[in-house]
C-alpha cells in the first residue's frame, strides 16, 4: 500500500503557448505538510489549483489516494480548499458557514450541529457558532474558513496563501495554529505561500519553484545548508545569502574575491584554477573578529540595529550584509574585521549557477 497521498508525474500545463508547469514530479506522504513557495509566477498557485481540480493539467498524471484523478471534477476529489479571502458565506453564521457542505450532501441537521460543534471545539471557536463573519476578526475568520475544510474530514487541505490578509503578529499566530492542528487531525497540508518563513518554520517538505521548475525540495533545513543553485540559496534564508563574484586563484586553493580592493580568502574545497564562480555566505555566519585573525576586512556603509541583533552593510559594490547578534558601536567608514567557519562558503559556478557539490 503507497505510504503517498498524492503523486504528480511528468506534469505540465499550458495556456496557449504559455508553459506555466513543467514536468512536475513530486510525490507527497500521508500525514505530512508540505510548503509550495517561490516568487510570484512562478506556478505554485497552478499547481494547488490543478490538485484542487480548479484547472486541467495538459500533459502527466495525477493521482490522490491511488486513483487516477485527470479530468475528475474538484467535488470528486475529496480535497478541502482553504483560501486567501476566507469565501465565507455573509448572511450565514459561523455555524451555517460549517454545516453547508454536509447540509448540501444530505447530513441530517442534528448530526451537522454535532459535528460542527466538535470542530469548532478543536478550533477555538465554541463561543462564536451563532456569530456572523461580519462580527469575527481576520483569525478569528481564518479559523472559520479552516473549521469549514475539516468538517469535510478530506482526503487533503489544500492552502491557498491563506495569511496574506493578516497583519504581522497575527501571522506568527496563526502559522501555529495551523501547524497545531495539522499535528492533531494527522492531516495531509499542501500549503501554498511567498513567504519562504512560513514554509521554513511550518513544513516538513519544502519545494522551490521558479517559472513553473521545481528547482529543489526536501526538508527545510536541507534547502538551507545545501541549496542546489544560487536560486535557491538566495531565496530560502533571511537576510538572503550574501553573493560575490570571484574566480579560484592560480594555486587552486583560494578564492580571489571581486571586491574593492580585491580579497582572498582559503577555499573549502580545490577548484580548477581560474574557474569563475560567485561565492556565496549568509548574513548570520559572518562575525566580528580580531584584528589578527580577520579573514575579511570589509567598509561599513550603513548600521541598524534592532536591540537583538545589529545589521550592518558594507560599503562595497556588491554590497554584503552582516547579522550580528549582539549590540555593538559599529559607525559607517570603519573597516570591519570579520571571520566565518570556512565549511559556511557557498561556492557555485558562474555561468550555470549550480552549488558546487
Known amino acids: 500500500m503507497t505510504t503517498h497521498q498524492i503523486e504528480l508525474a511528468g506534469v505540465n500545463k499550458y495556456y496557449g503557448a504559455y508553459h506555466a508547469l513543467r514536468d512536475i514530479n513530486l510525490k507527497i506522504r500521508k500525514g505530512s505538510f508540505v510548503a509550495l513557495v517561490g516568487p510570484s509566477g512562478c506556478g505554485k498557485s497552478t499547481l494547488l489549483r490543478s490538485l484542487a481540480g480548479l484547472e486541467t493539467i495538459s500533459a502527466g498524471d495525477l493521482v490522490i489516494a491511488g486513483a487516477r484523478m485527470n479530468g475528475v471534477p474538484p467535488r470528486k476529489r475529496d480535497l478541502a480548499m482553504v483560501f486567501q479571502s476566507y469565501a465565507l458565506y455573509p448572511h450565514m453564521t459561523v455555524e451555517e458557514n460549517l454545516t453547508y457542505s454536509l447540509r448540501m ?44 475544510a475539516i468538517i469535510r474530514n478530506p482526503k487533503a487541505f489544500l492552502f491557498d496563501e491563506p495569511l496574506s490578509n493578516l497583519d504581522a503578529a497575527l501571522r506568527v499566530h496563526m502559522r ?67 553573493f560575490v563574484p570571484a574566480r579560484a586563484g592560480a594555486d587552486g586553493q583560494s578564492l580571489v574575491l571581486d571586491l574593492d580592493p580585491p580579497q582572498t580568502l582559503q577555499s573549502p574545497k ?65 573597516m570591519l574585521p570579520l571571520h566565518f567557519d570556512p565549511s559556511h562558503l557557498h561556492l557555485f559556478d558562474k555561468e550555470t549557477q549550480v552549488r558546487l557539490a
Open 176 to 242: 501555529k495554529e495551523i501547524r497545531a492542528l495539522h499535528d492533531r487531525l494527522g492531516a495531509t497540508s499542501v500549503y501554498v505561500t511567498h513567504d519562504q518563513i512560513e514554509a521554513m518554520t511550518m513544513a516538513d517538505h519544502v519545494v522551490v519553484m521558479r517559472q513553473g521548475v521545481i528547482e529543489q525540495q526536501g526538508a527545510p533545513l536541507e534547502l538551507y545548508d545545501r541549496p542546489a543553485n544560487q536560486f535557491v540559496a538566495g531565496f530560502i534564508g533571511s537576510p538572503a545569502m550574501n
Open 105 to 148: 450532501r444530505g447530513v441530517g441537521k442534528a448530526e451537522a450541529r454535532r459535528k460542527a460543534e466538535e470542530v469548532a471545539a478543536t478550533t477555538g471557536l465554541s463561543n462564536l457558532l451563532g456569530r456572523y463573519p461580519r462580527e469575527l476578526s481576520g483569525g478569528q475568520r481564518q479559523r472559520v474558513a479552516m473549521s469549514r
Open 270 to 334: 580545490p577548484v580548477a584554477a581560474g574557474r569563475a564562480l560567485t561565492v556565496g555566505i549568509r548574513p548570520e555566519h559572518l562575525q566580528l573578529s580580531g584584528e589578527a585573525d580577520a579573514a575579511l576586512r570589509l567598509p561599513v556603509g550603513s548600521v541598524e540595529s534592532t536591540g537583538a541583533a545589529t545589521y550592518v552593510t558594507t560599503a562595497t559594490q556588491p554590497e554584503l550584509v552582516i547579522v550580528l547578534n549582539s549590540r555593538v558601536t559599529i559607525r559607517p567608514g570603519e
